[in-house]
């Protein structure tokens, strides 16, 4: 029997896939970077160029299915030269159509709008004790075992708590949002081609939300829901309390999964690139370049999508309205004709922040600064409280053979554990401190 072509084969089921995606995109990309599947009535952007020229033309391109993915079956066929209207009749038909991520046009603008100055350098310097101090801890007791699991031990209750202490969410209720979102399956679920994408931990969340909306208007505090509970579109008209809930619960949920894949990819990229740990040990302020070079070879984000609202092209390719396009982020971000080596970590690369690993144009990740942020403090506590770190032979093999296992996301790309061996420095005390 003669092996299956990468044409054959399903990005939104196959198992191969989802344990080596960049060896897919890679033969994809060699038929053309912009690519009609076969198995889907999808087209597939692979290139870099390209893939920017769709994120930038939101004249052309909806948001529309950028939760549920671009294989969901649209609820209504296209009909006309234009389908905006038709989008928009069926919102609240589609997964995630709520969401400011699925958002279009004025409506986008305007919501995103509130979320202005939420995530700038100033408050997050505000926040820089508190997460540096919970890294520490953190880091300190996993150091005392010997070693953790990076993602249930530090990666998940860290980011989970960032960015509760960031929004101001009471600590009585943030083991329950994160029961509520670890419940659930990963987004993008492999596993579930009817509903891929999941919204019920953020519905769960909702109703503490509303609750905490409402008393910070009646009782302002320092946070972040205060300034959302306050804010007013450009225009001063007040937002409804529904769509500021949504917004609140969608950060929580975002802010959470996605920085906690991230430091995850992170820590094993250091691990496991021949001495990069060692140089990263010796200069401290190479950091921030190695989490770009993290961001843009194994982003957690791996593809997004669109859905053609007019007649347009990408490349040279037409493209009719109602067309589905899958964006891939990890694709572009690896595209020979824009990085050289893109294989490869270069701490030197130049213009490295032009990756495309939180999007670009109107949708580009308004948290980015805070992931940021978190990658880079738990990585330097880590870096200041071992001699080294190495992955668990035991549960992840040699070097040379890995056994590593991600979670079923086409979203996601995001490992489901992450064991180390910790090596304490013996310059510092260990334990959790005071």
Not at 1 to 12: A, H, I, K, P
Request: hydrophobic content about 35%; some cysteine.
């Amino acid at each position: 029997m003669t092996e299956q072509s990468s044409d054959e084969r399903d990005y939104f089921t196959d198992p191969t896939v989802l344990r080596d995606p960049y060896a897919y995109f890679k033969e994809m990309y060699a038929k053309c970077p912009v690519h009609q599947l076969t198995s889907h009535d999808v087209v597939l952007v692979t290139g870099f160029k390209e893939a920017l020229e769709v994120l930038q033309k939101t004249d052309d391109f909806s948001s529309i299915n950028s939760v549920p993915g671009a294989a969901f079956k649209m609820p209504f066929e296209p009909v006309g030269d234009d389908i905006s209207a038709q989008i928009e009749a069926h919102r609240h038909d589609i997964i995630g159509g709520n969401l400011l991520v699925t958002y279009d046009g004025p409506p986008h603008t305007a919501s995103r709008s509130l979320l202005t100055g939420l995530f700038v350098p100033s408050r997050l310097k505000a926040n820089a004790e508190y997460m540096s101090t919970l890294a520490d801890n953190m880091v300190r007791e996993a150091v005392a075992k010997g070693g953790c699991d990076i993602i249930d031990d530090i990666a998940t209750p860290y980011a989970t708590l960032v960015i509760a202490d960031l929004l101001g969410v009471p600590e009585a209720d943030r083991e329950l949002f994160r029961q509520a979102i670890d419940a659930a399956p990963p987004p993008g679920n492999m596993n579930d081609g009817e509903r891929p994408t999941q919204v019920s931990p953020l519905e769960f969340m909702a109703g503490f939300f509303v609750r905490y909306i409402q008393e910070r208007r009646t009782s302002p505090r320092n946070d972040v829901l205060t300034e959302l509970a306050n804010a007013k579109y450009p225009d001063g008209s007040v937002p409804d309390l529904m769509e500021l809930v949504t917004l609140s619960t969608f950060l929580f949920g975002a802010g959470q999964d996605t920085s906690a894949k991230l430091l995850a990819n992170a820590m094993r990229q250091m691990v496991d690139t021949p001495g990069l740990q060692q140089k990263l040990r010796n200069d401290r302020a190479l950091i921030p370049a190695f989490i770009e070079e993290v961001l843009r070879l194994e982003g957690s984000s791996k593809i997004t999508s669109r859905l053609a609202r007019k007649h347009t092209k990408i490349g040279d390719m037409e493209i009719p309205p109602g067309k589905s396009v899958l964006i891939s982020l990890a694709a572009a971000n690896r595209d020979p004709r824009r990085w050289e080596e893109p294989t490869e970590v270069r701490l030197d690369r130049p213009k490295i922040k032009e990756h495309l690993a939180f999007g670009r144009g109107a949708h580009v990740c308004i948290g980015a600064p805070l992931a940021r942020a978190e990658v880079r403090t738990v990585i330097e506590k880590f870096l200041e409280h071992t001699s080294s770190i190495s992955l668990s032979p035991e549960h992840h093999g040699a070097p040379d053979d890995r056994r590593l296992d991600y979670e079923p996301s086409f979203i996601i790309r995001g490992l489901a554990h992450l064991y180390v061996d910790l090596e304490p420095n013996s310059t510092q005390q260990t334990g959790t401190g005071v």
